[in-house]
């Protein structure tokens, strides 16, 4: 399964940007994946930011994503998408999409597979 990640910019400060996560690769129609959005900002670990089942009825985000941050999927498109609002300077990182096989983690180290990465800048 290969993950490519895309959308990301420079906004200001209550902007929104939408963020794509494009799966590709036999296997991937083969197993059921939950996808999650996790960040990594400049100096600091990596953390999880939203997450969806494979059929998109549950959902799942830190508190720093409640209320501003939707994700979102179409399994037809293969492509999962996270539309941020509001957008603060504190969301400032690269943005990275990932899958995995079962249920939903919010752990970056059960997932499987990983996008390269789109970097989400906000100014002030």
């Known amino acids: 399964v290969q993950l490519q990640a895309s959308g990301g910019g420079l906004v200001q400060a209550g902007g929104s940007l939408g963020l794509s996560c494009a799966a590709s690769?036999?296997?991937?129609?083969?197993?059921?994946?939950?996808t999650g959005w996790f960040r990594q900002a400049p100096g600091k670990e990596r953390e999880f930011v939203a997450g969806?089942?494979?059929?998109?009825?549950?959902?799942y985000y830190a508190d720093s994503a409640k209320g501003r941050f939707t994700i979102s999927r179409d399994n037809a498109k293969r492509t999962a998408f996270l539309q941020m609002n509001n957008l603060k300077p504190e969301d400032t990182a690269v943005y990275y999409c990932?899958?995995?096989?079962?249920?939903?983690?919010?752990?970056?180290?059960?997932?499987?597979?990983w996008g390269q990465g789109t970097l989400v800048t906000v100014s002030s």
């Open positions: 990932a899958a995995k096989r079962g249920p939903y983690s919010a752990y970056g180290s059960d997932y499987d597979y």
């Open positions: 969806i089942s494979w059929i998109g009825d549950r959902t």
């Open positions: 690769g036999r296997t991937f129609a083969s197993y059921t994946y939950t």
